[in-house]
Nanobody, 121 residues
Framework: QVQLVESGGGLVQAGASLRLSCAAS????????MGWFRQTAGKERELVAA???????YYTDSVKGRFTISRDNAKNTVYLQMNSLIPEDTALYYC???????????????WGQGTQVTVSS
């Protein structure tokens, strides 16, 4: 069992920055991948960024150069630094983890509750 607790969402203007945090507790997986997903009403859930135990990262094209995913292994926490936010980034953001090093393929098994990010123009 893994529990994920997210924080850091909010309402900001275009061009602003936010940092999302996801603290994991419970069973520790190795290997692992941790990812940030986002969901907008009426749209398919999208993998935004991911990182695995080896430090490999993935970003969807729309956030490359603006978002950075990172880890603090001592705190069992993953972060998503979101810079130069645009209205299209508005979504409910979830963190997730799986017992696999493959960032894109396969199913993420444990999910956080989600944190809302809203970007106004």
């Amino acid at each position: 069992q893994v529990q994920l607790v997210e924080s850091g969402g909010g309402l900001v203007q275009a061009g602003a920055s936010l940092r999302l945090s996801c603290a994991a507790s419970g069973r520790t997986f190795s290997p692992y991948a941790m990812g940030w997903f986002r969901q907008t009403a009426g749209k398919e859930r999208e993998l935004v960024a991911a990182i695995n135990n080896g430090g490999t990262t993935y970003y969807t094209d729309s956030v490359k150069g603006r978002f950075t995913i990172s880890r603090d292994n001592a705190k069992n926490t993953v972060y998503l630094q979101m810079n130069s936010l645009i209205p299209e980034d508005t979504a409910l953001y979830y963190c997730a983890v799986k017992n696999s090093a493959y960032l894109i393929r396969g199913t993420y098994d444990y999910w956080g509750q989600g944190t809302q990010v809203t970007v106004s123009s």
